[in-house]
């Protein structure tokens, strides 16, 4: 279809949809006479005529080229007003008179915004009766049983006729709750004493030193981290590292270690920045809307890239704190549940107005060390600009790129200069707007940074000023790498925005506004005009029958392997239904009733007999329960990719504890970092003791993801994921055989054990917490010692948690 076609396609439906009394006398020749070159021999518009409503409304409806009511928003009048070469109608020839266009402009303007069907809210949907959406109303326990979770449990299992599974023995239970707390294995120590701990409330205790332990906020993490889909770097193309996206990881560490209330966890992570006299804390906890992806190819589209982001935001929230597949609603009302396009937009509206910042956020460590050197790299950075006259040249460059944002079209070299700008340089677009003065140190010195890198067509074509500023750019990075780092953190912040329907979910075809508002099926917000805190809150109020339900199912899933309903993701109606309803409203209402505390839910299900049951098939069991469903005895898991890789350093001693921190790069095969597009992607790797961080701190590029953690299922980062799933595949076991990453720690660990008076025993002890059976060691004795310890790391059971 030709440009040409468009436009006259373009004009027909705006003379169709002038329903005044002059509609053949004024609007319509306006559009036949400038679009007559349409409409010769062998035109795809042959014998289209506009000159009367009957001839008209021959053609189709190509409603979407205007807004009614709304003409800036209009294509048509875009076009026809553009000085852009490229987007300009007619492409031919003298442009549109401004007469002809102020009178086209005046008449979409006085279009009623409901009179196209383009512009029209979608009808609502019908109320729903379903599960998910009933108010959580604490059920009765059933009598005759000490624990609430094991009366409901076990009366569901009577009924079926089946018995729970007896208790699993001390060291299994040990191994047990000690990788379900904290993703590392008990030490022999560890092991031993609980073992010889005759005292009633002996695994009480373990379980309350486990939920001490900072490694509880390191293990619980990672499923946070997986519904936030955090990463290091932006995705698509250029796929640049994000250097500070670690910061909001350590918040949530430190949150969850010390317990932070769920009602709060969550407010501060969706509004932190709206609460009365934000802290720092509760701003950085914001970052979790900072990991959408972020595309920086010049030639995409600014508008599209930030809706694509606000859409990802709306649809992560709706999936990690209601369970709901919201973004089904994008371009109509969802198929299956009671949300209608509108609501979905009404939810977008709180994420649409606000804007990325970055603040500082130093660790305790830095602030002296950066204090005491800023001096010093200021004078040096001075003097580099003053030698390159660098001020200079990008007093020149700023007023050219700036014209060119103000006046686009208007010179092609520097309409490019203005697109990488926005592409490549966070906030642009503000830079653009407001006056340099108003910029803070940091900002000034980024946007030189930016500038000796791209310094415009006219600096480029002097090759000598070229060659200088090119000098001056390495100087300058250099000079950076000197200074001691001091942190920053991704933050959101609120802005103002006019919210859109977009029709069809295209983000350039506006419908009617939409204000922030939530979903009907659910209570009202209280709020008349209601702010990021309002949906925050919302959110975690006690007349909402999702987030309590949801969070307690995803907890559950970490501990049984499935949740009480499966699709923890989807609590819709084409989501499963509840194995237990009444035990899963029990726990939500405890988790409310208990402050929302994390630490105190997890502890209530670890020390039921449910948790406490021994893992193991009986042929009684496959038969009836194969899934595990009724949970008359626990499950075996897979452990996450991150746990496998954390048990083979703790078992070797190589594991480096500190908590916390910047990213790593542990050794990966050679080629991995190469399939990044042009060569953007490097994979330096970490020394000392940062290669041995546990696996929540490997670096996490999108588009060429460390390859262990992919091998063993980790998503992909690029939406969020409420549950891995768990393959078994032959790469796997040579993952484990061959990896550096794996066969270093089997080298560690025969050398930790060679010097043990059973050092066979010895490995055991600290892979599998227990002693080798007779066979086991007869067949392992007949390889070295380095060759079973590699054998110990690849078994099944090291994987797996019983």
């Not at 006729?161 to 000690?178: G, M, Y």
């Not at 003791?689 to 546990?694: A, F, I, L, Q």
């Amino acid at each position: 279809m030709t440009l040409r076609f468009v436009l006259a396609i373009a004009c027909w439906t705006a003379a169709l949809r002038a329903e005044a009394p002059d509609f053949g006398k004024d609007v319509a020749p306006v559009f036949q006479k400038r679009c007559i070159f349409c409409h010769g021999a062998g035109s795809p518009m042959a014998g289209l005529r506009l000159d009367s409503e009957a001839n008209a409304r021959k053609g189709g409806n190509l409603g979407a080229v205007i807004v009614p009511g709304v003409s800036a928003d209009s294509p048509l009048i875009q076009r026809i007003s553009s000085d852009d070469g490229g987007l300009r109608m007619p492409p031919q020839g003298a442009r549109v008179p401004d007469d002809d266009i102020a009178k086209i402009r005046a008449w979409v303007d006085s279009l009623p915004k409901a009179e196209t069907a383009a512009t029209k809210s979608t009808p609502k949907p019908a109320a729903s009766s379903h599960w998910a959406f009933e108010p959580i109303r604490k059920p009765a326990i059933p009598s005759g049983f000490a624990n609430a979770i094991d009366a409901f449990i076990q009366t569901r299992l009577s009924r079926e006729h089946l018995a729970p599974s007896p208790a699993a023995d001390r060291v299994t239970l040990a191994r047990r709750v000690t990788l379900d707390l904290t993703g590392i294995p008990p030490t022999p120590a560890e092991m031993s004493a609980f073992v010889a701990d005759k005292r009633p409330d002996a695994y009480e205790r373990l379980v309350d030193r486990l939920l001490a332990s900072p490694r509880y906020g390191e293990r619980w993490a990672r499923p946070w981290l997986d519904l936030a889909h955090y990463a290091d770097s932006d995705g698509f193309e250029k796929d640049l590292v994000r250097p500070w996206a670690w910061r909001w990881r350590q918040w949530v560490i430190e949150a969850l270690n010390a317990d932070l209330p769920f009602d709060q966890f969550t407010i501060w992570q969706l509004a932190g920045d709206l609460l009365p006299n934000a802290t720092r804390d509760q701003k950085i906890a914001t970052g979790f809307l900072r990991n959408t992806l972020t595309n920086r190819e010049a030639g995409v589209d600014r508008a599209e890239a930030r809706f694509e982001q606000i859409v990802n935001r709306a649809n992560t929230v709706a999936t990690t704190w209601l369970g709901l597949t919201a973004g089904c609603a994008q371009c109509h009302n969802h198929k299956f549940d009671p949300i209608s396009q509108k609501e979905y937009y009404a939810l977008y509206a709180f994420f649409d107005a606000t804007d990325e910042r970055d603040i500082d956020a130093p660790l305790p460590q830095e602030t002296a060390a950066y204090d005491a050197a800023r001096p010093e790299y200021d004078r040096k950075r001075a003097e580099l600009i003053a030698q390159f006259r660098v001020d200079e040249y990008q007093r020149k460059w700023w007023p050219k790129i700036k014209d060119a944002f103000e006046h686009q079209g208007r010179d092609t070299e520097w309409d490019f200069q203005v697109t990488e700008f926005r592409a490549g340089f966070d906030g642009a677009e503000k830079f653009l707007k407001e006056d340099p003065i108003t910029q803070t140190r940091r900002q000034q010195d980024r946007l030189t940074d930016f500038f000796v890198g791209h310094i415009g067509p006219e600096l480029d074509r002097d090759k000598a000023i070229a060659a200088s500023l090119k000098e001056a750019r390495t100087a300058l990075q250099k000079l950076a790498r000197e200074l001691p780092p001091y942190t920053q953190a991704p933050i959101i912040a609120a802005d103002t925005a006019n919210t859109r329907l977009r029709i069809g979910g295209d983000y350039k075809t506006f419908g009617e506004p939409v204000a922030p508002g939530t979903l009907a099926i659910l209570p009202p917000l209280k709020s008349a005009t209601p702010t990021r805190l309002d949906l925050a809150r919302w959110i975690v109020s006690s007349d909402n029958p999702l987030t309590a339900r949801v969070a307690v199912n995803r907890i559950w899933q970490e501990l049984f392997g499935r949740g009480l309903v499966r699709t923890s993701e989807d609590f819709g109606t084409q989501g499963d239904k509840p194995s237990h309803p009444e035990l899963l409203d029990w726990l939500a209402t405890e988790f409310v009733a208990k402050a929302w505390s994390q630490k105190a839910l997890i502890r209530t299900i670890v020390l039921s007999d449910t948790y406490r049951q021994s893992s193991r098939l009986t042929a009684e069991l496959a038969a009836k329960d194969p899934e595990n469903i009724l949970l008359a005895r626990q499950s075996r898991l897979r452990l996450p990719a991150e746990l496998i890789r954390d048990g083979a350093l703790a078992a070797s001693g190589l594991l480096f504890e500190q908590i916390g921190g910047r990213s790593v790069r542990p050794p990966q095969p050679k080629g991995v970092a190469e399939l990044g597009y042009g060569g953007n992607v490097k994979w330096p790797e970490s020394t000392g003791t940062d290669r041995y961080r546990r696996g929540l701190y490997v670096h996490y590029q999108r588009t060429t993801p460390y390859p262990m953690l992919s091998n063993f299922d980790a998503p992909d980062s690029n939406i969020s994921c409420s549950r891995r799933r768990v393959s078994n595949t032959p790469l796997q076991a040579l993952n484990l055989l061959n990896d550096p990453v794996f066969v270093e720690p089997a080298q560690a660990l025969a050398k930790r054990v060679q010097s043990e008076a059973d050092p066979l025993g010895a490995a055991f002890l600290l892979t599998l917490g227990r002693a080798p059976s007779a066979a086991e060691r007869t067949r392992l004795a007949k390889l070295p010692l380095a060759d079973a310890a590699r054998v110990l790391l690849n078994l099944d059971e090291f994987v797996t948690r019983e």
